[in-house]
């Protein structure tokens, strides 16, 4: 599967910013779907995440209540909506899929995708 991220960009702290992650090339229900970052220095490390059903969900507690994960099977899309954005959310984001029997199945770990978009940077000034 193929992925594409996009809608990253410069916002100012406290502001919101959607990003999208479209799929193509395989049965994209049968994918999980998940959202790393990347902060220059830093190791990446996982932001959220949806099962295939796109009911199961996951997200890591620097962002709990602030990003939102969500999918579109219809549209073979995954969004990431993030709110009350803080100067330390500036990194690369990165989407990333892994294909499960299971639709009720989440990933938290960088380990669990097989495959990774090409990232988009997402920059929040203070």
């Known amino acids: 599967v193929q992925l594409q991220a996009s809608g990253g960009g410069l916002v100012q702290a406290g502001n919101s910013l959607t990003l999208s992650c479209a799929a193509s090339?395989?049965?994209?229900?049968?994918?999980?779907m998940g959202w790393f970052r990347q902060a220059p220095g830093k190791e990446r490390e996982f932001v959220a995440a949806v099962a295939g059903n796109a009911v199961h969900k996951d997200s890591a507690d620097s962002v709990k209540g602030r990003f939102t994960i969500s999918r579109d099977n219809g549209k073979n899309t995954v969004y990431l909506q993030m709110s009350s954005l803080k100067p330390e959310d500036t990194a690369i984001y990165y989407c990333?899929?892994?294909?499960?029997?299971?639709?009720?199945?989440?990933?938290?770990?960088?380990?669990?995708?097989?495959?990774w978009g090409q990232g988009t940077l997402v920059t929040v000034s203070s």
């Open positions: 990333a899929a892994s294909w499960r029997v299971h639709s009720n199945v989440v990933l938290t770990t960088t380990d669990s995708y097989d495959y």
């Open positions: 090339g395989g049965t994209f229900r049968r994918y999980v």
